[in-house]
């Protein structure tokens, strides 16, 4: 629609490397329907920390803006998701990669934070919770969505580093892990392990959380 706003030229995470941003739509603690956020990126030289949001401000006109805190990390190529945690409905922030200027080599990240807002504001995700246990391996392209009612699935991604006898600069992952929402905990399933190895896919997820959640906003497959 024509009141959709669009993002200024000047906003993080544009232009050649929108894809290394990650972008979510998830409802508020008090029922208010949506929200629209768009976490991380990349700039060309160093990874972001930015989160903007889109949102009706002050009951006006919807439109973007920067949100009082960052995501904490600076990430891109991360994953996002609607996430309920807390009695509070937010955004969960996972994985991805972390660069800085002049840095050589990217490195995967196995972090997440969860955001939310305070009951009633339906402009700004005010609060961070970042006491969650991290995935038992760093990920960057992969795919996360809800677990049932009790836990999160996190399956395959790269992990960026220097490897003796690679060319890349990253490998592929094959494995899958769940979150134990009560525990707080990650383990993984070698029995469910991909039979390939698979990188910036899209991943659905079906049950009572019904989502689509990208590794990648444009699900790039890649294989080895």
Not at 22 to 42: R, W
Not at 60 to 71: A, C, L, M, T, V
Not at 99 to 117: C, D, E, K, Q, R
Not at 162 to 177: A, H, N, T
Request: glycine share 12%; charged share 20%; net charge negative.
């Amino acid at each position: 629609k024509d009141s959709v706003p669009n993002l200024t030229a000047d906003s993080p995470s544009l232009g050649t490397y929108a894809h290394l941003s990650c972008l979510a739509q998830h409802p508020l603690s008090d029922g208010y329907p949506s929200m629209v956020t768009l976490s991380g990126g990349y700039n060309g030289s160093d990874s972001l920390a930015d989160l903007l949001v889109m949102s009706n401000v002050g009951d006006g006109d919807w439109q973007w803006h920067s949100n009082s805190r960052g995501i904490g990390q600076p990430r891109s190529e991360h994953s996002c998701i609607r996430f309920d945690y807390l009695g509070e409905s937010g955004l969960l922030v996972a994985g991805g990669f972390s660069i800085a200027t002049n840095g050589i080599v990217p490195s995967s990240l196995a972090s997440m934070v969860f955001m939310f807002s305070e009951f009633g504001n339906h402009d700004d995700l005010n609060n961070v919770f970042d006491d969650l246990a991290e995935m038992v391996e760093e990920r960057s392209a992969f795919g996360l969505a809800n677990w049932s009612e009790d836990g999160l699935i996190a399956i395959g991604g790269k992990n960026y580093g220097i490897f003796p006898g690679q060319s890349g600069s990253y490998l592929l992952k094959d494995s899958v892990e769940v979150w134990d929402k009560d525990e707080n905990s990650w383990s993984t399933r070698q029995e469910w392990a991909m039979q390939t190895p698979l990188a910036g896919f899209g991943i659905v997820s079906k049950g009572s959380y019904s989502s689509e959640v990208h590794g990648s906003e444009y699900c790039n497959m890649e294989r080895n």
